[in-house]
């Protein structure tokens, strides 16, 4: 239904009729009102601020279930006797209903409206963020079969509502994926406070959702009594006797919930950061001037060292963290895997920050020009880049004034100092390479180009200037020898004037061969560059998914090694710990996704 | 020196040679270039990057020195052995020194340069923002100064580092209100990355100044022995007998410490705010088209409702407030007084979320046109609004959770419940109505309008279709009545048939009698609404004025009732107070802001 608008639209681009610069489509375009702003003099100024109150007024009813949401989970840690974590589900189920109900609606009524959708933006919503909320979503169900599995084993010293809870739970999970999978590029142009309203209480409860993972994650240090104590919680005190039988599929059940744990984390953020977009997208209104945009593949071939120093960095990851896990698990983790796993860090970020320095100054040395088009999700994607990289940063100045503050000579302290040190180095370059690799446009090569026609024409011509600045020694040349990109753009006016050229066979053959020789010329010249590039955010993705999986798995030396638990006192350094460790994975994991486009791009 | 250049500006944009629309002195004009973006094709996108990226820069600086000591100053809270006070002094002293090279740098080298400051932002620094700067800065010079005497006194056992730190301090607050007193509507053009570098330096010392005073305000509940545990902390354990001796001027010293205290924390803040509008100003470059702003003046006639019942909320919120003092410091304050406390507040919140609603609607059923133009200091004035009201609506959601989990049908605790929940309702209301009413244009009567002449006529201009709606049923009169301001705007063009209608006396008189019978017409029409919002801004001013004084002289009931506290437990409620209170008076105090603004502009 969907994909029939959007293709109905699609051949009204073509028209020559229209000029480009007009708005499309104006009578089937819905503007935004509200009563406050009804005496504005244009349509598109009380456009802007129906649009402005609209997301103020949203914002609003989010923050307002956001502070709920924070003091009921609050209350559950501070004072579990007067609130029980059955209450704050209790609360989490209604909101899930809620939010259900409007998911539904918007799926079989809003967007099924006439005019619903006229624009969908190519940038919301990329396969790699669509691919990571269908992953983790199918963990986070999968976790909560397991959880219901586990209490239908135990259902003689459980209510029946602890089976209840995880139903809605994968009935919002799937709900929710389905929503982001096909609706996350939506620019929705009706209902649009509804629509906000909706989504920023999807959004308020996926925050939630996190802030009880986060939280429950304290239970996460100690990890085999972990779900004893959950459902010491859940129940009060009456079923302390409750254990797992010796059954192979209670101990699934349970080992499957400790390892599954981590994603149902990363999901409730990454469907927050997508509905974030959306709501954004809410009432925007796309030029169709900048809509064909040429979406660069992804491809493995020129790059050599950045896979295969990737590849060694993953390796030696895994047997760090191998080791690390069977140290930490089986008894109290001695000085010398500390010291391996500081190492290990020691020796990679250095390499990674210069990676990244080095990918700068090729960015500054590339005479490419940049993308200055309005996009929110880049805008959130830097956002969320700088925003996720605090809790790393946080983390390691803390754990500097604490070694600096007591002993900064023996070595697990120097160790963890230069780890410190680094890290924050190492987080700095990687956000500013990724930012800046973020606004370039992308490398579209000739042969591309013109394959692509009309759609892509608008990106070439927006990309001459830079390239032609290349070459400015041997213009006359370039002149001479590429008249045919030039031609494309002027085709309408001198048409005539091209087929009279187009019969001297002769001619052209030469031209062919002249223009080949520059294209193979100009490839060979930039080629270092961008291979450089792509070797260089090739190996930034592999390190980062290494140094993603270990804190997410379970690696938490900051906590284990007991240096600034004792200088800060356990309490505070474990609420520094419990901020700043899950941002730093979603930090990983989304560094990822931005060098994986800065890669396709370069 | 400054003020010489701005004047040799002046004359120039009166140029009739010149088309206004044009960007003015595009040769004195520096762009900014950055390394980063030496490709771009065009000046102004170079000139864009260029600035984003030293926003960036800057920024991740600031971000550095305040984690940096955010991680001393929590050393000092939670194991104050390994560092102590002093060391965040010394830390503090460093970069106040630093920022004081900076700012000295910016006044005599930065500022003189030719060019240097081409635009000054008309909105940003109002009066009462500087005045309010001048103020807080001379109770902070007053606080450091009785710090000064009170160490002389106690020299004996204190040392001369302690006589040092606030001479430094005092040296900063002044060199600092100088800055922001004559510079704070700069839009320098030259050095921009440098001046961007200073700019946050200084915020990140004044943020870092703001977190101290913040944790140190920990000591305030415990009000009288405050002086005592902070020289205790400063010097470690050996000066534990020395306290003040009986003199009065010790005394004085001491009670002034307390007294002024809660101000040096507001300087912090409202510098920062600031210096934050400096910071985005850096490189701006504002069109003449919009720069002849018609400031609106503080007049007091025609209001009666709003200053009665205000000045009626302010004297019996001051009795309130001496009871309970009195009550609070004497002994273990007891329920009667808790009970006033919340009643005043439970009848005052109301009647201020109702003017609130009611001024909001009256904005809507006004015909007055949104200013809808870049303006930082506005988009600071909402962003602060609506982060530091996130401060008192936490603690509500935390109160309710509390209370609601407790025993919600007990008399303080319903009144503590809908304290609460009134709290909430009034933020919000109040929220609205102040940034909708700071995006309306001024209201200029005609009368004045003319009076300014040239500078206005655009402004007038603007303003003139919403005018014109209202009249649109006798339009055809309106033309014939007042071609006056119409012909204002054509004069140029028909000056001479302006001079042969002049001669005419008998005709001129008669269109003089209509026009001000129209216009009294108008202005009796327009009158109620005027009036009304005028009222309702200034009772809200008087009364957010009592909401402010109360907790910034130390009525903390949040924390005396003992209510949240035992719930919660003692640490986490004491870090949310911590967090929310200050918040919540800086709102108070730049609630009065806004609401003057509104005033103003009604």
Redesign the interface.
């Known amino acids: 239904m969907l994909g029939n608008k959007v293709s109905r639209q699609k051949p009204c681009h073509h028209c020559k009729s229209r000029s480009a610069s007009a708005p499309p489509d104006t009578s089937t375009i819905h503007y935004e009102k509200f009563?406050?702003?009804?005496?504005?003099?244009s349509v598109q100024?009380r456009n802007?601020?129906a649009q402005k109150a609209g997301q103020?007024f949203s914002g609003?009813l989010a923050?307002?279930v956001v502070?709920?949401g924070?003091?009921?989970i609050?209350?559950v840690i501070?004072?579990h006797v007067?609130?029980t974590l059955a209450d704050v589900w209790i609360l989490l189920s209604i909101l899930k209903l809620l939010c259900l109900c409007w998911i539904i609606y918007y799926l079989l009524g809003t967007s099924r409206q006439p005019h619903a959708v006229l624009y969908r933006d190519s940038h919301a919503g990329p396969i790699w963020i669509r691919g990571s909320v269908l992953l983790f979503g199918s963990f986070s169900i999968l976790l909560n079969a397991f959880q219901i599995g586990y209490s239908a084993i135990l259902i003689q010293c459980k209510t029946r509502v602890e089976i209840l809870f995880p139903s809605i739970e994968i009935l919002f999970i799937c709900t929710q994926a389905f929503l982001l999978w096909n609706h996350s590029k939506d620019c929705i142009q009706v209902q649009h406070n509804f629509t906000r309203c909706g989504l920023m209480l999807t959004i308020a409860t996926n925050l939630i959702l996190w802030l009880l993972a986060v939280t429950n994650d304290t239970i996460h240090m100690e990890i085999d009594s972990q779900l004893r104590e959950v459902e010491q919680r859940f129940a009060g005190n009456e079923t302390t006797s409750c254990t797992c039988p010796n059954t192979t599929i209670c101990k699934v059940f349970q080992k499957g919930y400790i390892l599954l744990y981590p994603f149902s984390t990363e999901y409730c953020l990454v469907c927050c950061s997508v509905l974030y977009v959306m709501w954004k997208n809410v009432g925007r209104h796309i030029s169709h001037h900048h809509v064909p945009h040429i979406k660069p593949k992804f491809k493995l071939h020129g790059v050599v060292f950045g896979p295969l120093l990737g590849t060694a960095a993953v390796i030696i990851g895994i047997c760090v963290f191998m080791m690390y896990q069977i140290q930490a698990t089986s008894s109290a983790p001695n000085l010398q895997v500390f010291v391996m796993y500081y190492s290990y860090y020691i020796v990679l970020l250095p390499l990674m920050s210069v990676g990244a320095v080095i990918g700068?100054i090729i960015?500054?040395l590339?005479?490419?020009?940049?993308d200055?088009l309005k996009n929110p999700t880049r805008s959130l994607d830097v956002i969320l880049l700088m925003g996720a990289a605090?809790g790393q940063?946080?983390m390691s100045?803390?754990s500097?004034?604490?070694i600096v503050?007591?002993d900064p000579k023996d070595l697990l302290n120097s160790l963890i100092l230069s780890y410190s040190v680094l890290l924050?180095f190492q987080n700095?370059t990687q956000n500013?390479f990724i930012?800046?690799g973020l606004?370039r446009q992308p490398f579209v090569a000739a042969t591309d180009a013109r394959h692509t026609g009309h759609a892509g024409k608008h990106a070439v011509a927006s990309e001459l200037?830079?390239e032609e600045?290349t070459t400015t020694s041997n213009k006359q040349e370039h002149t001479q020898i590429s008249p045919d990109t030039e031609e494309e753009v002027k085709e309408e006016q001198n048409h005539e004037a091209y087929d009279q050229r187009r019969v001297s066979m002769l001619e052209l053959g030469q031209e062919i061969q002249k223009l080949s020789l520059s294209y193979l010329h100009s490839y060979s010249h930039l080629n270092w560059k961008r291979r450089a590039l792509r070797e260089i955010s090739f190996f930034l993705v592999l390190c980062n998914i290494i140094l993603w999986v270990m804190p997410t798995f379970g690696a938490h030396p900051v906590f284990e090694n007991g240096l600034e638990k004792s200088?800060?006192?356990y309490?505070?350094w474990f609420a520094i710990v419990n901020f700043g460790l899950p941002l730093g994975v979603f930090y990983r994991m989304h560094s990822v996704g931005g060098l994986l486009e800065v890669y396709m791009t370069a």
Request: hydrophobic share 45%; proline share 2%.
């Open positions: 009563w406050l702003y009804r005496h504005c003099s100024q802007r601020q103020l609003l923050m307002n502070f709920l924070s003091a009921f609050s209350s501070f004072n007067a609130i700068t960015h500054a590339e005479k490419k020009e940049l200055t605090l940063i946080g100045y803390f500097i004034v604490a503050a007591t924050i700095i500013v930012i800046d606004h200037p830079g600045e200088f800060y006192g309490s505070t």
